[in-house]
């Protein structure tokens, strides 16, 4: 079975501290995804990834950055945590090619105070 | 304008009843994907069913099929004989293009299905 774990299930942090959420995968998939999940708005893409060290911008990319140095790695930095990033951040993988279907992590809900 | 539309309200029905939920797409690309996932209350989103744009047939997956409307645009799920453990929240989402840096979904905002003893 494949696997995505993320670091931290929940997580409470200040205004402005610098936050690292981690996602592993380990089916060797080359693509790897962060989503934010909101009430009504379903999941947003913020960054994703199709290989190591390369990285795109999703859909609301602002106020996050991305690092990939390893295949089965891939972690979402915010660089000045706010209060309007609060929300469940969800990370998937999947393979280059058929049939795309994305894995997902079980989520980490983070709140910032 | 919203590439997956998925604009029912809550959804109810009845234990060991067929739903169908409603999903509607926009692309102008010939090579797409469209998936349903499941999100249940723990919060971990579960793939159910897959449907290329070459496709011939509808795909079904078990108790799930999804109702492929190419001219219409739309990527109904149809979940027969539902039972308690079928509430959760539903997303449609679409894959534009090939592999590669087109891997990547694009999710409409979920529909929220309770199924009733």
């Known amino acids: 079975d494949v696997k995505v774990t993320q670091s931290s299930r929940y997580l409470v942090k200040r205004t402005g501290e610098k936050v690292f959420l981690e996602c592993v995968q380990d089916?060797?998939?080359?693509?790897m995804f962060w989503y934010r999940q909101d009430p009504g708005l379903g999941l947003r893409l913020i960054y994703f990834?199709?290989?190591?060290?390369?990285?795109e911008k999703g859909d609301i990319p602002e106020g996050y950055s991305v690092s990939r140095e390893k295949k089965e790695r891939f972690s979402l930095i915010l660089e000045s945590a706010s209060t309007n990033q609060t929300s469940m951040y969800l990370c998937?993988?999947?393979?280059?090619?058929?049939?795309?279907?994305?894995?997902f992590g079980p989520g980490t809900r983070l709140t910032v105070t | 304008a919203q590439k997956i539309t998925q604009t029912q309200p809550g959804m109810f029905v009845q234990e060991k009843e067929a739903v169908t939920l409603d999903c509607t797409y926009d692309?102008?690309?010939?090579?797409?994907?469209l998936f349903w996932y499941k999100q249940p209350s723990s919060g971990e989103m579960i793939f159910l069913i897959y449907?290329?744009?070459?496709?011939?047939q509808n795909a079904t997956e078990g108790r799930y099929s999804l109702n492929f409307q190419k001219a219409r645009k739309s990527a109904n799920l149809v979940i027969s004989a539902s039972q308690l453990g079928d509430s959760a929240m539903y997303f449609c989402?679409?894959?534009?293009?090939?592999?590669?840096?087109?891997?990547?979904?694009?999710f409409g905002k979920g529909i929220t299905l309770s199924v009733r003893p």
């Open positions: 998937a993988s999947s393979l280059a090619g058929f049939p795309y279907e994305q894995y």
């Open positions: 089916m060797d998939h080359e693509n």
């Open positions: 990834s199709y290989d190591v060290k390369m990285k």
């Open positions: 692309t102008s690309d010939p090579s797409y994907g």
């Open positions: 449907q290329g744009s070459y496709d011939q």
């Open positions: 989402a679409m894959r534009e293009g090939g592999g590669g840096a087109n891997s990547k979904l694009t």
